[in-house]
Nanobody, 124 residues
Framework: QVQLVESGGGLVQAGGSLRLSCAAS????????MGWFRQAPGKEREFVAA????????YYVDSVKGRFTISRDNTKNTVYLQMNSLKSEDTAVYYC?????????????????WGQGTQVTVSS
């Protein structure tokens, strides 16, 4: 079984930065994909970024390109989301997710395991 635990959320002013972490435990293979999603109040959960654990290729939704960076440390089974130049519209619960396949997907149904989420609040 796989467990994902997010950390690093909090309250930050607009223009500030936060780094989220997602620690994975269990059977994690290098051929998998890790993703970050977010869900704002009253909205559907949306794709933010993903990374292939083998090779490190990254993918982002347009709204965060140039501001967010996803990275991984395979030795620690941990994926990070560095968020800079935060905006009020980035306020949401952020979830990490694991896809047991080598190709990135943006649909939540394509991910097999989810963390509990961490709140990010950006004040304007």
């Amino acid at each position: 079984q796989v467990q994902l635990v997010e950390s690093g959320g909090g309250l930050v002013q607009a223009g500030g930065s936060l780094r989220l972490s997602c620690a994975a435990s269990g059977r994690i293979f290098s051929g998998y994909v890790m993703g970050w999603f977010r869900q704002a109040p009253g909205k559907e959960r949306e794709f933010v970024a993903a990374i292939k654990l083998s090779g490190g290729s990254t993918y982002y939704v347009d709204s965060v390109k140039g501001r967010f960076t996803i990275s991984r440390d395979n030795t620690k089974n941990t994926v990070y989301l560095q968020m800079n130049s935060l905006k009020s519209e980035d306020t949401a619960v952020y979830y990490c997710a694991l896809r047991k396949a080598p190709f990135v997907a943006v649909d939540i149904q394509q991910y097999d395991y989810w963390g509990q989420g961490t709140q990010v609040t950006v004040s304007s």
